[in-house]
């Protein structure tokens, strides 16, 4: 079993647009939850992190956090064509010697077409 | 512009060559680490370096060496690799504290495109 699991896509959605992109994890006590984004060629940037249960809004995303569910997803709204890109999910324990060492998800690739 | 550098960009090398990537971090963070991604996988983490100590490694192999001289640098040494290493390997810091619960993110290098020919 994938400790962390997304839905493989790829995703392709219209511009303007809604974009949900789905992630869960195996490990219950995982603590902190990120969401990168990873333009073709280049690094991982962080678009947004969570920790409690609940929604998390910033500009157009919001990350969704359900820890009963092992369940974080990321919505996107007004999708723009330079939203395309490899979206990452990426989860850690709880902290102390953790060391923000992530676990990432295999990576959804989303397609926003004008 | 990224707070954390790599160099080279890309890197071509035989079998039997050795290479050293190298990482700065300008962002005052206190750990360091070398994750691998390869095509159609997850990004692996290799080693984690916190206050210049190697706090983990995941069961890489020993032609990969890491070193951490100082908290601002990171290297990882290569030689006789093979060519399954051939991926994109990037250099992230982050600010830990062990008193804290929740981790701080990741911020990463641009990477280094490495090819083993």
């Known amino acids: 079993q994938k400790e962390v699991e997304q839905n493989s896509g790829p995703l392709s959605v219209p511009e303007g647009a809604i974009a949900s992109l789905n992630c869960t994890y195996s490990?219950?006590?995982?603590?902190?939850f990120f969401w990168y984004r990873q333009y073709s060629g280049k690094s991982p940037e962080l678009i947004m992190s969570?920790?409690?249960?609940g929604d998390k809004e910033d500009g157009r995303f919001t990350a969704q956090l359900n820890k009963a569910s092992q369940y974080v997803s990321l919505l996107i709204r007004d999708s723009q064509p330079s939203d395309s890109a490899t979206y990452l999910c990426?989860?850690?324990?709880?902290?102390?010697?953790?060391?923000?060492?992530?676990?990432f998800g295999q990576g959804t690739i989303l397609t926003v077409h004008p | 512009e990224t707070g954390v550098t790599q160099t080279p960009r890309h890197l071509v090398m035989g079998m039997t060559n050795k290479k050293s990537l190298k990482c700065e971090q300008h962002?005052?963070?206190?750990?360091m680490y070398w994750y691998k991604q390869s095509a159609k996988k997850p990004l692996e983490l290799m080693f984690v370096?916190?206050?210049?100590?190697?706090?983990e490694n995941n069961s890489v192999p020993s032609r990969f060496s890491p070193e951490c001289p100082n908290s601002s640098h990171l290297f990882l040494h290569l030689h006789t690799l093979q060519p399954e290493d051939s991926a994109l390997y990037l250099c992230?810091?982050?600010?830990?504290?062990?008193?804290?619960?929740?981790?701080?993110?990741?911020?990463f290098g641009n990477g280094t495109r490495l090819t083993v020919t």
């Open positions: 990426a989860v850690t324990p709880t902290g102390g010697t953790s060391y923000g060492k992530l676990t």
């Open positions: 490990d219950r006590v995982s603590q902190s």
């Open positions: 992230a810091s982050s600010q830990e504290n062990i008193r804290q619960s929740l981790n701080s993110p990741l911020h």
């Open positions: 962002l005052g963070h206190n750990a």
């Open positions: 969570i920790y409690s249960n």
């Open positions: 370096y916190s206050l210049e100590e190697r706090v």
